[in-house]
């Protein structure tokens, strides 16, 4: 899969040193994959949801560095890509003003 915006995660890192880990180790498994649908998502990240936004279209919600933070992406599986929309800790995740914005 091609992830978009790999620069969000390095903005992100840099905030929050204690995420480049987690956020390289997602990255390294996201680039590597050729998930056709997201049952396949799950074999790779067990940890990971799905939810509808207030667009209309579904994300995926990756759980990062033990639950501490949260990876919101969309996933286009026709055309090979992961689209990085949101990083947040888990305190910003659970306001769910994330939902109201996408």
Known sequence: ??????????????EWPNAERPLRAWYGLTSKATWRNFA??????????QARVKSGGMV?????????FRL?????????KVYVLRILTHKEYDQEHWKRQL
């Not at 899969?1 to 840099?14: D, G, H, P």
């Not at 396949?40 to 949801?49: H, I, L, R, S, W």
């Open 40 to 49: 396949e998502v799950k074999v790779t990240f067990g940890q990971t949801d």
């Open 60 to 68: 995926a919600i990756f759980d990062i560095g033990g639950n501490k």
């Open 1 to 14: 899969m091609r992830v978009i915006k790999r620069l969000a995660l390095e903005q992100f890192w840099q």
């Open 72 to 80: 919101i992406a969309a996933i286009s599986f026709a055309k090979g």
